[in-house]
């Protein structure tokens, strides 16, 4: 059973602070990650996706890829009120051909 | 524009019924999924599948039953076998390969009465 563990929070930031959101996953040959922020009562929608290891930055988002650990992240940084929502991890299974969601870590920006 | 869409939005179910829950996308993409979740939880997956005719059984798929007749459809049966089915039940679609991603339905939230 492939597993996506992240921190279940809440995770409380004050308004403009960085957010920082960790996702560690067991399958060793996962390739495509995954960021979905969701709203209470709403969908979830795609935030970023991020494949090879590194860094990849999209407005005040920035993805963090470590496949030797593992680990994923999400970097908000000057975190508003708007962002306060569940962050769901996602990665690929390529065995299965579906995506493994983690529980989601709620995320509380304060004004 | 292109999507997906899930109806009806709020639904509610007797003790011994059988509901449908349908979910239609113009996307073109070959794979489509169910998932359920549950308040506070994360997302579990019940069905899915990556082409006409065929779907797969996910992680907890004791109650439920769903068709794929038609690339754009795949509605999804919560049968009296499943027991406790108030949950937001949330439909997806995406390239065969994951590539992109998943689009998501807006979801349909069952209780039982």
């Known amino acids: 059973q492939k597993e996506v563990e992240q921190n279940s929070g809440p995770l409380s930031v004050p308004e403009g602070a960085i957010a920082s959101l960790n996702c560690t996953y067991s399958d060793r040959g996962s390739q495509s990650f995954f960021w979905y922020r969701q709203y209470s009562g709403k969908s979830p929608e795609l935030i970023m996706s991020i494949y090879s290891n590194g860094d990849k930055e999209d407005g005040r988002f920035t993805a963090q890829l470590n496949k030797a650990s593992q680990y994923v992240s999400l970097l908000i940084r000057d975190s508003q009120p708007s962002d306060s929502a569940t962050y769901l991890c996602a990665v690929w299974d390529n065995y299965g051909q579906n995506f493994v969601f983690g529980p989601g870590t709620r995320l509380s920006v304060l004004p | ?113």
């Open chain 2, 1 to 113: 524009d292109g999507g997906i869409t899930q109806s009806p939005k709020y639904l509610f179910r007797k003790e011994g019924q059988n509901v449908t829950l349908s979910c239609e996308q113009n996307l073109n993409h070959d794979a489509m999924y169910w998932y359920r979740q549950d308040p506070g939880q994360g997302l579990r997956l019940i069905y899915y599948s990556q082409i006409v005719n065929d779907f797969q059984k996910g992680d907890i798929a004791e109650g439920y039953s769903v068709s794929r007749e038609k690339k754009e459809s795949f509605p999804l049966t919560v049968t009296s076998a499943q027991k406790n089915p108030t949950a937001f039940y949330l439909c997806a679609s995406s390239h065969r390969t994951g590539a992109y991603g998943y689009t998501f339905g807006s979801g349909t939230r069952l209780t039982v009465v």
